[in-house]
């Protein structure tokens, strides 16, 4: 029912910047928040960061903290992060996800059943 697309990966050298935008559509009504996950090469997926419809909660992994802002636009149905003083460690494809609550990207258990996904946007931070 939610539709998610993701723009801005790209190539940039360590310390650069770079700003992931996610378009969603349909039935947005059912998801009060929306984020971030990545998966590097060979790694497992982890959390990047979270924010409510409201803006009032927003939540970033210790990895990021600092570094990166999430944002939204609701009138253009639109999330975005913002990605300062990249570091090789951040190349990884970035995915855009949705969900009811926020919880559902702290919390690994509920990350894995995240209800809707975008395709992903590779960013690669070049040493």
């Known amino acids: 029912q939610v539709h998610l697309v993701e723009s801005g990966g790209g190539l940039v050298q360590a310390g650069g910047s770079l700003r992931l935008s996610c378009a969603a559509s349909?039935?947005?009504?059912?998801?009060?928040?929306m984020g971030w996950i990545r998966q590097a090469p060979g790694k497992e997926r982890e959390f990047v960061a979270a924010?409510?419809?409201?803006?009032?909660?927003?939540y970033y992994a210790d990895s990021v903290k600092g570094r990166f802002t999430i944002s939204r636009d609701n009138a253009k149905n639109t999330v975005y992060l913002q990605m300062n003083s990249l570091k090789p460690e951040d190349t990884a494809v970035y995915y855009c996800?949705?969900?009811?609550?926020?919880?559902?990207?702290?919390?690994?258990?509920?990350?894995?059943?995240?209800?809707?996904w975008g395709k992903g946007t590779l960013v690669t931070v070049s040493s």
């Open positions: 924010i409510s419809w409201s803006g009032s909660s927003r």
């Open positions: 996800a949705a969900a009811p609550s926020t919880t559902h990207f702290t919390k690994a258990t509920l990350t894995r059943s995240m209800p809707y």
């Open positions: 349909g039935r947005t009504f059912s998801t009060d928040a």
